[in-house]
């Protein structure tokens, strides 16, 4: 089985792309959702955030997300020290999934392959691309929020170029068609790659 990362800047649609792949009978591990998941239901990780961050992280054992926010991306080394603890249990997780799945290929949804360098845990790395202006737009508009802050947060992310350096497959996903035709075409090729490697 091949393991796929789908990755992407803020804004990208990362997410929308994973559906493309799904509808396709492609299974998808959503890396953020499941570190959200873990975030409120494992109790190691929980001790490990309370440690690091103070007892304001959890209130009536629900993660603050805001008051988390603020500290880590305001602040590298915070969120170098939270990451550092995240990732390991999200890798363990998608380990445990990977093995409960049946497919030529397995995608892992995360938006932070590169910054945090796990490059060599796939096997094939996708990276969804679209110009900045149409990223900020989108990201004003589903947050809510200015465009200081959404330049802030992709100032922490790595840029188009290193990421189409760093990739096997690019899909452009500004038009929606455009870009389930590309979707299709990777999808065909990985399959064929699953079948040389089986």
Known sequence: MIIVGLTGGIGSGKTTVATYFKALGVPVYHADD?????????????????????????????????????????????????????????????????AQQNAPYVIQENALIFESNAMSRFDQIISVIVPKEIRIKRVMQRDQTT???????????????????????????????????????????????AKQNS
């Open 34 to 98: 499941e570190a959200k998941d873990l975030l409120n239901h494992n109790e190691q990780l929980q001790t490990e955030v309370v440690h690091l961050f103070g007892e304001k992280a959890y209130e009536n054992g629900v993660l603050q997300r805001a008051y988390l926010a603020e500290i880590v991306f305001n602040n590298p080394d915070q969120l170098a020290k939270l990451s550092a603890i995240v990732h390991p249990a999200v890798a363990d997780d998608f380990t445990r999934w990977c």
């Open 147 to 193: 465009r200081k802050n959404v330049l802030k947060r992709m100032a922490q992310q790595c840029g188009d170029k290193e990421r189409r350096a760093k990739s096997n497959f690019i899909i452009h996903n500004v038009l929606a068609e455009k870009a389930k035709g590309e979707v299709r075409e990777i999808h065909r090729k990985l399959v064929d790659l």
